[in-house]
Protein backbone atom coordinates (compact mmCIF):
# COMPACT_ATOMS: atom_id res chain seq x y z
CA UNK A 1 0.00 0.00 0.00
CA UNK A 2 3.01 2.30 0.55
CA UNK A 3 4.48 1.99 -3.06
CA UNK A 4 0.70 2.58 -4.41
CA UNK A 5 0.64 5.31 -2.65
CA UNK A 6 -2.46 4.38 -0.42
CA UNK A 7 -1.93 6.94 2.22
CA UNK A 8 -5.14 7.04 3.58
CA UNK A 9 -5.36 3.31 4.01
CA UNK A 10 -2.15 3.62 6.14
CA UNK A 11 -3.43 6.87 8.17
CA UNK A 12 -6.18 5.02 9.37
CA UNK A 13 -4.92 1.33 10.05
CA UNK A 14 -1.88 3.22 12.26
CA UNK A 15 -4.44 5.80 13.46
CA UNK A 16 -1.51 8.92 13.11
CA UNK A 17 -1.96 12.44 12.32
CA UNK A 18 -1.34 13.68 8.85
CA UNK A 19 2.28 15.43 10.14
CA UNK A 20 3.03 11.80 11.53
CA UNK A 21 2.15 10.29 8.29
CA UNK A 22 4.19 13.08 6.32
CA UNK A 23 7.42 13.11 8.33
CA UNK A 24 7.20 9.00 7.85
CA UNK A 25 6.82 9.07 4.21
CA UNK A 26 9.99 11.78 4.37
CA UNK A 27 12.16 9.34 5.89
CA UNK A 28 11.02 6.21 3.98
CA UNK A 29 11.41 7.93 0.50
CA UNK A 30 15.64 8.97 1.52
CA UNK A 31 15.99 5.41 2.28
CA UNK A 32 18.06 3.03 -0.21
CA UNK A 33 16.03 -0.23 -0.59
CA UNK A 34 18.93 -1.65 -2.55
CA UNK A 35 22.08 -0.89 0.03
CA UNK A 36 24.19 -3.71 -1.51
CA UNK A 37 23.97 -2.24 -4.51
CA UNK A 38 26.82 0.53 -4.25
CA UNK A 39 29.16 -2.16 -3.73
CA UNK A 40 29.39 -3.75 -7.10
CA UNK A 41 33.35 -4.18 -7.40
CA UNK A 42 35.37 -3.50 -10.19
CA UNK A 43 33.06 -1.70 -12.59
CA UNK A 44 34.77 -1.00 -15.89
CA UNK A 45 33.73 1.67 -18.25
CA UNK A 46 32.34 0.70 -21.45
CA UNK A 47 32.89 3.55 -24.20
CA UNK A 48 30.23 3.68 -27.30
CA UNK A 49 31.35 4.00 -30.71
CA UNK A 50 29.34 5.08 -33.46
CA UNK A 51 28.65 3.82 -36.78
CA UNK A 52 28.03 6.80 -38.72
CA UNK A 53 30.01 10.70 -38.55
CA UNK A 54 28.12 13.80 -39.50
CA UNK A 55 29.89 16.55 -40.30
CA UNK A 56 28.61 20.02 -41.94
CA UNK A 57 31.00 21.15 -44.29
CA UNK A 58 29.92 24.41 -46.63
CA UNK A 59 26.57 24.29 -44.92
CA UNK A 60 26.00 20.61 -45.95
CA UNK A 61 25.63 17.78 -43.89
CA UNK A 62 27.54 14.63 -45.12
CA UNK A 63 27.40 11.21 -43.29
CA UNK A 64 30.34 8.70 -43.59
CA UNK A 65 30.93 5.56 -41.83
CA UNK A 66 33.07 5.34 -39.03
CA UNK A 67 36.15 3.76 -40.24
CA UNK A 68 36.54 2.19 -36.61
CA UNK A 69 33.68 -0.19 -37.21
CA UNK A 70 34.57 -0.11 -41.04
CA UNK A 71 38.09 -1.06 -41.96
CA UNK A 72 38.79 -1.03 -45.49
CA UNK A 73 39.62 -4.83 -46.74
CA UNK A 74 41.60 -5.84 -49.66
CA UNK A 75 42.63 -9.22 -51.03
CA UNK A 76 46.52 -9.93 -49.96
CA UNK A 77 48.85 -9.46 -52.78
CA UNK A 78 51.38 -12.40 -51.81
CA UNK A 79 47.94 -14.77 -52.50
CA UNK A 80 47.31 -13.19 -55.74
CA UNK A 81 51.25 -13.42 -56.63
CA UNK A 82 51.44 -16.89 -55.72
CA UNK A 83 48.08 -17.64 -57.82
CA UNK A 84 49.94 -16.25 -60.91
CA UNK A 85 53.21 -18.19 -60.27
CA UNK A 86 50.78 -21.18 -59.84
CA UNK A 87 49.26 -20.19 -63.23
CA UNK A 88 52.20 -19.97 -65.11
CA UNK A 89 53.66 -23.32 -63.95
CA UNK A 90 53.49 -26.41 -65.17
CA UNK A 91 50.02 -27.40 -65.38
CA UNK A 92 50.50 -31.54 -65.59
CA UNK A 93 52.00 -31.67 -62.17
CA UNK A 94 49.08 -32.70 -59.83
CA UNK A 95 50.73 -31.05 -56.87
CA UNK A 96 50.50 -27.34 -58.22
CA UNK A 97 47.20 -27.77 -59.90
CA UNK A 98 45.90 -28.87 -56.59
CA UNK A 99 47.71 -26.26 -54.40
CA UNK A 100 46.30 -23.52 -57.42
CA UNK A 101 42.82 -24.79 -56.94
CA UNK A 102 42.84 -24.12 -53.46
CA UNK A 103 44.48 -20.95 -53.66
CA UNK A 104 41.59 -19.90 -56.69
CA UNK A 105 38.96 -20.55 -54.33
CA UNK A 106 40.21 -18.97 -51.41
CA UNK A 107 40.77 -15.87 -53.19
CA UNK A 108 37.65 -16.06 -54.91
CA UNK A 109 35.90 -16.28 -51.34
CA UNK A 110 37.56 -13.40 -50.14
CA UNK A 111 36.80 -11.40 -53.21
CA UNK A 112 32.84 -12.58 -52.05
CA UNK A 113 33.09 -11.27 -48.40
CA UNK A 114 34.82 -8.09 -49.38
CA UNK A 115 31.80 -7.41 -52.31
CA UNK A 116 29.24 -8.40 -49.29
CA UNK A 117 31.02 -5.87 -46.82
CA UNK A 118 30.61 -2.90 -48.84
CA UNK A 119 27.32 -3.57 -50.45
CA UNK A 120 26.51 -3.48 -46.56
CA UNK A 121 28.16 -1.01 -45.72
CA UNK A 122 26.46 1.08 -49.21
CA UNK A 123 22.79 -0.08 -47.62
CA UNK A 124 24.34 1.45 -44.22
CA UNK A 125 25.02 5.06 -46.20
CA UNK A 126 21.74 4.57 -48.11
CA UNK A 127 19.78 4.06 -44.89
CA UNK A 128 21.76 6.75 -42.89
CA UNK A 129 21.15 9.35 -45.96
CA UNK A 130 17.75 8.92 -46.17
CA UNK A 131 17.22 9.72 -42.54
CA UNK A 132 19.09 13.29 -42.66
CA UNK A 133 17.64 13.89 -45.67
CA UNK A 134 13.72 13.56 -43.75
CA UNK A 135 15.11 14.91 -40.59
CA UNK A 136 17.20 17.61 -41.67
CA UNK A 137 15.94 20.01 -39.54
CA UNK A 138 17.05 18.09 -36.29
CA UNK A 139 20.21 17.61 -37.50
CA UNK A 140 20.83 21.53 -38.50
CA UNK A 141 19.23 22.62 -34.63
CA UNK A 142 19.36 19.52 -32.77
CA UNK A 143 15.95 20.35 -31.42
CA UNK A 144 13.68 17.72 -30.89
CA UNK A 145 10.53 19.25 -31.64
CA UNK A 146 12.16 19.29 -35.06
CA UNK A 147 12.07 15.55 -35.52
CA UNK A 148 9.19 14.56 -38.26
CA UNK A 149 6.79 11.75 -38.34
CA UNK A 150 8.58 9.11 -39.80
CA UNK A 151 8.08 5.45 -39.90
CA UNK A 152 10.28 2.14 -41.21
CA UNK A 153 8.49 2.06 -44.46
CA UNK A 154 9.26 5.85 -45.42
CA UNK A 155 12.83 4.91 -45.72
CA UNK A 156 11.78 1.79 -47.01
CA UNK A 157 10.77 2.69 -49.76
CA UNK A 158 13.08 6.20 -50.48
CA UNK A 159 16.11 3.35 -50.76
CA UNK A 160 13.91 0.81 -52.24
CA UNK A 161 14.98 -1.83 -49.89
CA UNK A 162 12.77 -4.71 -47.75
CA UNK A 163 10.96 -3.04 -44.45
CA UNK A 164 13.19 -5.61 -42.27
CA UNK A 165 16.44 -4.25 -43.81
CA UNK A 166 15.99 -0.94 -42.71
CA UNK A 167 14.88 -2.55 -39.53
CA UNK A 168 17.89 -4.27 -38.44
CA UNK A 169 19.90 -0.98 -39.70
CA UNK A 170 18.00 1.03 -37.58
CA UNK A 171 17.59 -1.29 -34.18
CA UNK A 172 21.41 -1.15 -33.63
CA UNK A 173 23.15 1.19 -35.23
CA UNK A 174 24.33 4.60 -33.53
CA UNK A 175 25.06 7.60 -35.39
CA UNK A 176 27.48 10.86 -33.77
CA UNK A 177 26.19 14.13 -34.61
CA UNK A 178 27.74 17.55 -32.98
CA UNK A 179 24.48 17.27 -30.69
CA UNK A 180 25.61 13.33 -29.16
CA UNK A 181 25.30 9.84 -29.86
CA UNK A 182 21.63 9.04 -31.28
CA UNK A 183 20.71 5.20 -31.74
CA UNK A 184 19.01 5.54 -35.07
CA UNK A 185 15.34 4.15 -33.91
CA UNK A 186 15.25 7.59 -32.22
CA UNK A 187 14.85 9.35 -35.25
CA UNK A 188 11.31 7.01 -35.96
CA UNK A 189 8.30 8.05 -34.46
CA UNK A 190 4.23 8.05 -35.26
CA UNK A 191 2.47 10.81 -36.34
CA UNK A 192 -0.13 12.23 -34.56
CA UNK A 193 -2.74 14.67 -36.45
CA UNK A 194 -3.30 17.97 -35.54
CA UNK A 195 -5.45 20.95 -36.00
CA UNK A 196 -3.17 22.85 -38.71
CA UNK A 197 -3.71 19.66 -41.09
CA UNK A 198 0.02 18.62 -40.33
CA UNK A 199 1.26 15.51 -38.80
CA UNK A 200 3.12 16.06 -35.50
CA UNK A 201 5.98 13.42 -34.40
CA UNK A 202 4.86 11.15 -31.29
CA UNK A 203 8.33 12.36 -30.02
CA UNK A 204 7.21 15.98 -29.96
CA UNK A 205 4.12 14.72 -28.46
CA UNK A 206 6.15 12.71 -25.91
CA UNK A 207 8.14 15.82 -25.39
CA UNK A 208 5.60 18.20 -24.61
CA UNK A 209 3.52 15.28 -22.53
CA UNK A 210 6.44 14.75 -20.30
CA UNK A 211 6.71 18.89 -19.56
CA UNK A 212 3.52 18.99 -18.56
CA UNK A 213 3.90 16.49 -15.88
CA UNK A 214 7.38 17.92 -14.71
CA UNK A 215 5.63 21.32 -14.32
CA UNK A 216 2.53 19.90 -12.31
CA UNK A 217 1.32 20.42 -9.11
CA UNK A 218 2.71 17.61 -7.06
CA UNK A 219 -0.23 17.64 -4.79
CA UNK A 220 -2.66 17.92 -7.48
CA UNK A 221 -1.13 15.88 -10.26
CA UNK A 222 -2.25 15.65 -13.70
CA UNK A 223 -4.91 12.86 -14.94
CA UNK A 224 -4.63 11.41 -18.10
CA UNK A 225 -8.13 12.90 -19.05
CA UNK A 226 -6.44 16.30 -18.30
CA UNK A 227 -3.71 15.74 -20.20
CA UNK A 228 -5.45 14.29 -23.39
CA UNK A 229 -7.65 17.83 -23.20
CA UNK A 230 -4.37 20.25 -22.55
CA UNK A 231 -2.95 18.82 -25.52
CA UNK A 232 -6.44 18.88 -27.72
CA UNK A 233 -6.13 22.54 -26.74
CA UNK A 234 -2.69 22.71 -28.05
CA UNK A 235 -4.23 21.46 -31.43
CA UNK A 236 -3.11 18.11 -31.19
CA UNK A 237 -5.99 15.07 -31.75
CA UNK A 238 -4.64 12.51 -29.28
CA UNK A 239 -6.89 10.33 -27.50
CA UNK A 240 -6.48 9.41 -23.26
CA UNK A 241 -5.36 5.59 -24.51
CA UNK A 242 -2.50 6.99 -26.39
CA UNK A 243 -1.64 9.58 -23.68
CA UNK A 244 -1.46 6.51 -21.62
CA UNK A 245 0.81 4.68 -23.71
CA UNK A 246 2.85 7.29 -24.02
CA UNK A 247 3.47 8.47 -20.16
CA UNK A 248 4.14 4.49 -19.65
CA UNK A 249 6.70 5.16 -22.17
CA UNK A 250 8.07 7.61 -20.86
CA UNK A 251 8.23 5.60 -17.25
CA UNK A 252 5.82 7.54 -15.49
CA UNK A 253 3.66 6.96 -13.30
CA UNK A 254 -0.22 7.63 -13.14
CA UNK A 255 -1.41 10.70 -11.19
CA UNK A 256 -2.26 8.46 -7.96
CA UNK A 257 1.43 8.00 -7.78
CA UNK A 258 3.05 11.53 -8.53
CA UNK A 259 1.02 12.83 -5.95
CA UNK A 260 3.04 14.26 -3.07
CA UNK A 261 1.27 15.32 0.57
Given at each position: ???????????????????????????????????????????????????????????????????????????????????????????????????????????????????????????????????????????????????????????????????????????????????????????????????????????????????????????????????????????YNIARRTVAKYREQLNIPVARLRKEL
Open positions: EFTKKHYDKIQKRLSITDEQLKDAVNNITKLNPKPGSSEKGDVRTQYLIPDFLLSVNNGQIEVSLNSRNAPELRISRSYSELLNTYDKSDKKDKHIKETATFVKQKLDAAKWFIDAIKQRQNTLLRTMQAIVKRQYDFFEEGEETKLKPMILKDIAKEIEMDISTVSRVANSKTVQTEYGIYPLKYFFSEGIATDSGEDASSREVKSILKEMIEEEDKKNPLSDDKIERMLNDKG
